[in-house]
């Protein structure tokens, strides 16, 4: 999904994730309530507003891919093709997600290690509450846009928010009860496709 971003926009990107990928070395060696944004900066080698430049709080340095989310779940609706829906086109994403084992699909070997660290942490617990709201509030904004206001936008967006925030849960938490990665991405594909089975029963032609 990268390639399809502008150069200056990539850049941000390596940017970002270089800090958020310093913090997070921190908080796995030392937790994520006993690290500083200025000791932060400090191992990052930049200035402590341009970490807040970029994450406001510093749940978000732990919890960075969420913007990536937002980013790259709004693009896969807005570039569905024709006739598809926006369920679809979701459910094209998070398999996507799967099939490179990419952090936010929940089924790469060591993610359960990081929803440890989330898990001891009531700060970071709370945000991932948010972050569901907030997905959910981008994508009303998205789909009032791509297909019309009204009340099935915001419906249609909180199923979708919702489907997003459960489906790699279910394999975080096969990983964390020690199931093995190659056996946990193959049923995920399953668990993908019965989730947005139910949401093409009532929402599929959404969009299309």
């Known amino acids: 999904m990268d390639q399809r971003l502008g150069l200056r926009e990539r850049k941000k ?14 908080f796995i060696e030392r937790g994520f309530d006993n690290v500083t944004i200025a000791e932060v900066a400090e191992a990052a080698n930049v200035a402590r507003m341009t970490v807040f ?3 406001p709080r510093k749940e978000d340095l732990f919890l960075d891919r969420h913007a990536d989310l937002i980013d790259d ?5 807005r570039d569905r093709t ?28 060591g993610t359960e290690y990081f929803y440890r660290i989330v898990e001891a942490s009531p700060a970071l617990v709370r945000r991932t509450l948010e972050h569901t709201r907030e997905l959910a509030e981008a994508l009303t904004e998205l789909l009032e846009s791509e297909v019309e206001p009204g009340v099935q936008a915001a419906v249609v967006a909180n199923l979708l928010a919702t489907a997003v925030t459960i489906v790699p849960r279910v394999a975080v938490d096969k990983l964390i009860a020690g199931r093995p990665g190659d056996q946990v991405r193959r049923e ?20 299309s």
């Open 73 to 77: 779940l709004s693009r896969a609706i």
């Open 53 to 55: 430049n970029y994450f």
């Open 82 to 109: 024709a006739g598809e829906s926006v369920v679809a086109a979701v459910r094209r994403y998070l398999h996507e997600l799967l099939a490179t084992q990419h952090p936010l699909s929940g089924a790469r070997d």
């Open 188 to 207: 995920q594909v399953a668990v993908i496709d019965q989730t947005f089975d139910l949401l093409e029963d009532g929402a599929g032609r959404y969009g």
């Open 13 to 26: 990107r390596e940017s970002r994730r270089r800090i958020a990928d310093v913090a997070s070395g921190l």
